[in-house]
Structure formats: structure tokens, C-alpha cells
């Protein structure tokens, strides 16, 4: 059974870097699509990025192209979304998901397992 953790949340000022990690226990992270989503308070859950288990693929939206890069590293079980020049409405929940069968870009019901989230907050 897949566990995810994410880490690396935090307050950070606009400009700022943050880098997130999605640490997984019980299977291999090779094998699953992995996606990044993202929630504000009061807002609709957002797919921010996800890297592919086949090619290594990555897709963007088009609100973080350019700012945030997704990358795994199958030799520690984990995946990245390294964050640069982060603004006021990058803040929000983020969670890491894992999904076998999942195209990237596909809808969050498609994905399997989910982390429990970490917290972004962009403020001066």
C-alpha cells in the first residue's frame, strides 16, 4: 500500500523559492504518474504539475510554467516541485498524488493515493 508524505512547505516572501518533497513508502514510485495539486481556501483544487511513469513526461500549468520545475529522484522514492519566484497566489494547500493508469493532466479522481498536503504561504 503507497504512503505519501510532503514536506518542505512554509512561509516565504514573494520572489522566494521554496522546494517541495512527496516522499513515498510501501511501493516504488517508478511505477506511478505523480501529480502536484494545489487548493486555496475557497477555490477549486488545482493540478499545478505531474511527471509521467513512463517517458518522465512533465506537464504545467500555465499559471507556473517558467517558475516551477517537477522531478523525481527513484533512487530516494521521491518526487520534487522545486518553486522559484513564487507570488502572493501560490498560496494554498499542496498535495502530491500517485496513479498507475493516470495521464498526466488528467482529472484528481483519477489518481490513486494521495499525501495528506503541506502548506504554502507567499506573504511580505
Known amino acids: 500500500h503507497l504512503q505519501l508524505v510532503e514536506s518542505g512547505g512554509g512561509l516565504v516572501q514573494p520572489g522566494g523559492s521554496l522546494r517541495l518533497s512527496c516522499a513515498a513508502s510501501g511501493a516504488s514510485l517508478e511505477y506511478f504518474a505523480i501529480g502536484w495539486f494545489r487548493q486555496a481556501p475557497g477555490k477549486e483544487r488545482e493540478g499545478v504539475s505531474c511527471i509521467s511513469n513512463s517517458d518522465g513526461n512533465t506537464v504545467y500549468a500555465d499559471s507556473v510554467k517558467g517558475r516551477f520545475t517537477i522531478s523525481r529522484d527513484n533512487a530516494k522514492n521521491t518526487v520534487y516541485l522545486q518553486m522559484n519566484s513564487l507570488k502572493p497566489e501560490d498560496t494554498a494547500v499542496y498535495s502530491c498524488?500517485?496513479?498507475?493508469?493516470?495521464?498526466?493532466?488528467?482529472?484528481?479522481?483519477?489518481?490513486?493515493?494521495w499525501g495528506q498536503g503541506t502548506q504554502v504561504t507567499v506573504s511580505s
Open positions: 498524488a500517485a496513479g498507475v493508469w493516470v495521464v498526466c493532466g488528467g482529472a484528481p479522481n483519477e489518481y490513486d493515493y
